[in-house]
């Protein structure tokens, strides 16, 4: 009996508990439907509101350059109904107003034509032009955009390639690395492009190189400075090389008028690497080795270094002997 009871009194209870649970829900269905309704109400009210709006400048006056950094925002005061000043404060992320600088009359300051500001009252019409037909601009701060312009002048610079090549084994440099073009033109302040004498393009490794190979690099940008090209083409040629021994007669420098001199050898015997196709003109004129007798008491047992002046492109040198030879002074 006492077990029936209690059965029936838990049933009431989770039957009231269930009615209480859909009373809530209702109540809250209608509560969010009806602060809905106000909000949406609320947002067909005029508002006025600030906002600070990303902004960009273009064309400068003719011949110069901005430099330093110019403002990044303005804060504009604006007026219109909610839901409009919601979808302006939105936007205001994703295009910035648009300055053209060439349309204002530019005020100097203290004489200085690089020194220059704008009244942001006489850009009322162009930034409210690049707003919403359903927003009002009310005001503009700050009150004046400060600029500072420097003369634009072109130089011409050197390219240099930054690469490194790998060649595969038995191939080798075949010619000059070609760069096309192998200057440009940079524009820029003057205080900025005196200080530039050369642009170099990214850094590239060629690896295993048997052949010839070509790569368009960019070139490494230059903060403030205006480059006529971005890219550059870079020519590697390259082929197999064969080993080359010749002899190379050796020469002297500041020697002594009235003074003859032998040399013990009279030559060295050079070994290199020439590129397979060029062999035949690599000549023992197109090297230069020289023994420097400037100061002949330095010297012991009258012996001295041989020194190599001159040689060839796309020759390298494996190695040379005698690296030092005797030599004996006589009287003419």
Not at 251 to 270: F, H, Q, R
Request: with cysteine; net charge positive; hydrophobic share 40%.
């Amino acid at each position: 009996m006492d077990s029936t009871l209690l059965k029936q009194f838990n049933t009431l209870l989770h039957r009231d508990k269930a009615r209480l649970n859909l009373r809530i829900a209702v109540f809250s269905f209608f509560l969010v439907i009806s602060l809905v309704l106000w909000y949406l109400n609320k947002l067909n009210n005029d508002y006025v509101t600030e906002v600070e709006y990303p902004v960009t400048f273009v064309n400068p006056p003719r011949n110069k350059i901005m430099v330093g950094t110019p403002p990044k925002s303005i804060t504009l005061k604006v007026s219109g109904f909610g839901y409009s000043l919601i979808r302006f404060n939105l936007a205001t992320s994703l295009s910035p107003i648009v300055i053209d600088i060439n349309s204002f009359a530019l005020m100097e300051m203290g004489g200085s034509k690089e020194k220059t500001y704008i009244l942001t009252s006489r850009a009322r019409g162009a930034v409210s032009s690049q707003l919403s037909s359903d927003i009002q601009l009310v005001s503009i701060f700050p009150d004046s955009l400060f600029f500072e312009f420097s003369d634009l002048i072109r130089k011409k610079v050197k390219v240099i390639p930054n690469i490194k090549v790998d060649f595969q084994r038995q191939h080798m440099l075949s010619g000059k690395i070609i760069c096309n073009p192998d200057s440009i033109v940079i524009t820029g302040p003057k205080a900025v492009i005196d200080t530039v004498n050369e642009v170099y393009t990214q850094q590239k490794l060629f690896v295993n190189i048997s052949a010839t190979a070509s790569k368009s690099l960019n070139l490494i940008p230059l903060k403030q400075v205006g480059f006529s090209h971005r890219k550059v083409d870079i020519t590697i040629p390259a082929e197999k090389f064969t080993e080359v021994v010749l002899d190379i007669p050796i020469t002297t420098a500041n020697l002594d008028e009235g003074v003859g001199i032998i040399l013990l050898p009279p030559s060295i015997k050079m070994r290199v690497n020439v590129p397979i196709g060029k062999a035949s003109e690599v000549k023992p004129h197109s090297f230069s080795a020289m023994v420097n007798l400037a100061d002949i008491s330095t010297f012991q047992r009258n012996k001295v270094r041989v020194e190599l002046k001159s040689i060839p492109e796309n020759v390298s040198i494996v190695d040379f002997n005698p690296k030092t030879i005797e030599f004996y002074l006589e009287k003419k």
